[in-house]
């Protein structure tokens, strides 16, 4: 309607236009087009802490003491300050007190989280929104030569101790309740009431109670159908004690959980599922409101929960030695059986005739046979070229494999295509974390996608015609990632190496992207070699990273960049950057590492001014 877009237009347009049906939503994100973060301050004075990242609420900011034994929270504030004189813009400079990280965040307190000889493990969280439960992990160190222990499989390292713990970011809640009756309705003295209690009682409103109402204050309204009924207005005043209580833990001895990047562990509504890589278990928890961790269901050994109770006695009746299942017996674990029946089931049905199928079976699944058996629960294998691997389905319903990939397959690949959206756990309590992009939700990143795909199908033609192609074998898994020592050739087809690229990432690390509305690819494009919604350290670059409007292209909103545009000639001690975005403000960390091993050397903070 309006050829400009800048805020008082939009707001203009928003008052007299109603949007489509189901597209309020876009409208509104679209309002991020115009506050962008449009100010860096450089090298700001923080304290020595492993910063982590937002809470998806943007109501919290964890991290961690450099020594990695506590728990420190802040609350994202706004820089305030004032100045004199008539021309206060954005050329005013800012008080010393801006470069303060103290500026920006208010902490809210510092627990101890790891005993003496456990260390947090600083690159996993998980958050629970729905309860406002934060799910953290220590460890002891690692133990490389690990003796093998009944059940354990060989080659995996352990840990003496790794325990999980639920934290409660809020203590409790305190209302207090005023009434204000016989108030006219045709009258404003309702709202002056209003009013006058809001600046009676400023302090009784958190801070954060401006940004994210909700259900803190509340406004009833009682019959009132005529200009003399009377009307009750009830007021309720919600202080949220933060504190941070610990509810809750769950130990793991003598295992081994990959909790790198939220690798091993994944959070679904209240049902939080842990990866035993040492035992080959899947341990499934459920969060009670109560703040209590309750053991559900182990997969691995056994499928359902009455699986070890009918086994010992049946070997009780035989008379028969009833020892735990472990490596050291031919005793195939549960979910190994049902893999094995799996594909069995599907060699089977791929040949109608008799004679044709026993020998189908005999060459793709009998000579195959041990090394199906030495198949081990693997999530995130770093080096998948000298790993085969595979991709299974499975129902925990069921105890059923429904599904078996190789990590090269076409129609997984359709399927990660297609349903992206599928293979991660989209939020219930909030909406604007369904907004992180991706290849089957935006038309731009599916562009972006094929084109990739495009010129890694044309490489692989060429090198096919020269006969430079060499066929692969390779694969990885869904739910369970499961490998087995072979070697494999060191040329590659390119379309090949594509598609393993792309499934690679599967299973999707839980809450490993930012929901950042800048990080929307239907308002902003951006160099993702760069930065991108995955908060990973990036190679630092000495270019500023430019974000450039979808709907007018060739305009740039903002740009970032980690250093000053005149800063220090010795760019070389730049290596690496990480950024940290708001998921609702225009606010953004970056972080300047000199190796991926060592504390940030600088950090800067952008925000709107």
């Keep these: 309607m309006f050829k400009t877009n800048n805020v ?70 706004w820089l ?87 934290f409660r970011w809020v203590e409790g809640i305190l209302t207090s309740v005023g009434e204000v009756c016989n108030v006219s309705s045709a009258s404003n003295k309702s709202h002056a009431r209003f009013m006058e209690w809001e600046n009676l009682h400023p302090l009784r409103k958190p801070q954060h109670l401006r940004l994210h109402p909700g259900p ?86 056994y499928c359902r929960e009455d699986d070890e109770l009918f086994i010992n006695s049946n070997l009780v009746d035989n008379g028969t030695n009833h020892d735990q299942p472990n490596s050291n017996n031919s005793f195939l674990s549960g979910i190994k059986q049902r893999l094995l029946s799996f594909i069995f089931r599907e060699i089977w049905s791929e040949e109608t005739d008799q004679t044709q199928r026993v020998q189908c079976l005999k060459k793709k699944f009998y000579f195959h046979f041990q090394d199906y058996v030495d198949l081990v629960i693997l999530k995130a294998s770093r080096n998948t070229d000298q790993l085969p691997a595979f991709f299974a389905v499975y129902n925990m319903e069921t105890t059923e494999i429904v599904a078996f990939y190789q990590n090269a397959a076409d129609e997984l690949y359709l399927l990660f295509e297609r349903f992206c959206d599928h293979f991660h756990a989209t939020s219930i309590n909030s909406m604007y974390m369904n907004f992180i992009s991706s290849h089957s939700n935006n038309i731009h990143a599916l562009e972006q996608l094929k084109s990739m795909k495009n010129k890694a199908t044309s490489v692989s033609q060429d090198s096919a015609r020269h006969g430079n192609g060499v066929a692969g074998y390779h694969f990885q898994h869904s739910i369970l990632s499961l490998h087995l020592q072979v070697c494999m050739p060191n040329c590659l087809m390119t379309l090949l190496q594509f598609v393993k690229k792309m499934l690679s990432s599967l299973p999707l690390n839980c809450q490993s992207m930012s929901p950042s509305p800048y990080f929307d690819q239907s308002l902003f494009r951006f160099d993702e070699k760069l930065i991108s919604a995955t908060d990973r350290p990036r190679q630092s670059t000495d270019h500023p990273i430019r974000f450039i409007s979808r709907r007018q292209p060739n305009i740039l909103k903002f740009k970032i960049k980690t250093g000053p545009e005149f800063g220090g000639a010795d760019g070389r001690s730049k290596k690496y950057s990480h950024f940290l975005f708001h998921p609702a403000w225009p606010l953004a960390l970056s972080f300047i590492q000199p190796s991926l091993f060592l504390p940030p050397s600088a950090v800067n903070i952008h925000f709107r001014r």
């Excluded at 087009?33 to 860096?40: A, G, H, Y």
């Excluded at 206060?88 to 990280?101: G, T």
């Excluded at 504190?243 to 091993?264: A, I, P, Q, R």
């Excluded at 509504?269 to 182990?298: E, K």
């Design 8 to 77: 008082a237009s939009r707001i203009f347009e928003r008052q007299i236009r109603t949007p489509a049906p189901g597209t309020s939503v876009h409208s509104a994100r679209r309002f991020y087009e115009n506050l962008v973060p449009s100010f860096t301050i450089y090298d700001v004075e923080c304290p020595d802490h492993s910063f982590f990242k937002f809470t998806d609420d943007g109501q919290y900011f964890v991290c961690f003491s450099r020594n990695r034994q506590d728990l420190i929270v802040y609350r994202p504030t």
């Design 80 to 166: 305030s300050f004032s100045c004199k004189g008539e021309d206060c813009d954005n050329n005013q400079e800012l008080p010393p007190q801006a470069k303060r990280f103290e500026s920006f965040f208010t902490q809210l307190y510092v627990k101890p989280l790891a005993s003496c000889n456990e260390l947090i493990c600083k690159d996993f969280f998980l958050y629970m929104e729905s309860n406002q439960y934060g799910i953290f992990a220590t460890s002891t160190a690692q133990i490389q030569d690990a003796r093998g222990t009944d059940g354990a499989i060989l080659g995996v390292p352990s840990f003496e101790k790794i325990t999980i713990h639920l």
């Design 216 to 301: 803190m204050l509340e406004l009833l309204r009682v019959s009132g159908t005529s200009q003399t009924s009377a009307q009750v207005a009830k007021i309720h005043s919600t202080r949220w004690l933060e504190d941070g209580f610990k509810l809750d833990e769950k130990v793991f001895h003598n295992d081994c959980v990959n909790l790198t990047h939220n690798m091993g562990a994944f959070l679904y509504d209240d049902l939080l599922a842990v990866v035993s890589l040492r035992y080959q278990t899947i341990h499934i928890l459920q969060i009670r409101d109560s703040g209590n961790l309750v053991d559900v269901r182990a997969i691995g050994a």
